[in-house]
């Protein structure tokens, strides 16, 4: 059993940077490939990123490319989503997300954190 905890969101200006953080609990962390989604209001939750077990390998939608970087920290237990350039489209509940197996084939989620980007 993973519970995943994110955190970091809040109210930014068009431009600005805020960074996600989603903190798992369990000894298997290390194991599970982790990855961002977002839903904002009236949409689909859609792909964000995802960072492999071992960080040898990222994907990115290409909405958020080069705007965007997904890392992990396995001896703390935590990934992270520094997202800079923010604009207003970006608005949306982020969520984090473990799979152990296949890219996108998820185990676990979190509850999410609201971001609000202002024009």
């Known amino acids: 059993q993973v519970q995943l905890v994110e955190s970091g969101g809040g109210l930014v200006q068009a431009g600005g940077s805020l960074r996600l953080s989603c903190a798992a609990s369990g000894r298997t962390f290390s194991s599970y490939a982790m990855e961002w989604f977002r839903q904002a209001p009236g949409k689909e939750r859609e792909f964000v990123a995802a960072?492999?077990?071992?960080?040898?390998?990222?994907l990115y939608a290409e909405s958020i490319k080069g705007r965007f970087t997904i890392s992990r920290d396995n001896a703390k237990n935590t990934v992270y989503l520094q997202m800079n350039s923010l604009k207003p489209e970006d608005t949306a509940v982020y969520y984090c997300a473990a799979a152990a197996g296949s890219w996108h084939n998820i185990d676990y989620w979190g509850q999410g954190t609201q971001v609000t980007v202002s024009s």
């Open positions: 960072i492999s077990w071992n960080v040898a390998n990222r």
